[in-house]
């Protein structure tokens, strides 16, 4: 999850889907990494693009980009969108974490 401080809409997702997301299955299978895009970009994430728009969910599998969700407007679009990026992961990868 890229976000910054003071942003609305990740304040949103803290509420509506955080503290359910660890105990999912899709939580399960993508644990959540939170990155300040306000601060240094970390150096395992060089090959991901920047993000100047938050929250971004991006969907990383050994280094890679799967996909990403730019914003969040809500839980039911939220869940069906991670669902579409998960249904993306290399086979061996579904059964991870």
Do not use: N, S
């Amino acid at each position: 999850m890229l976000e910054q401080p003071g942003c609305a809409w990740c304040a949103r997702f803290d509420a509506e889907i955080a503290p359910a997301w660890p105990k999912t299955e899709e939580g399960r299978r993508a644990p959540l990494r939170r990155v300040d895009i306000t601060r240094e970009w970390p150096a395992d994430l060089t090959a991901i693009a920047r993000e100047r728009f938050t929250p971004t969910f991006v969907l990383i599998d050994r280094g890679k980009e799967i996909g990403r969700i730019r914003g969040y407007v809500g839980d039911e679009f939220f869940w069906y969108r991670i669902g579409e990026l998960i249904a993306l992961l290399p086979e061996d990868d579904k059964t991870h974490k």
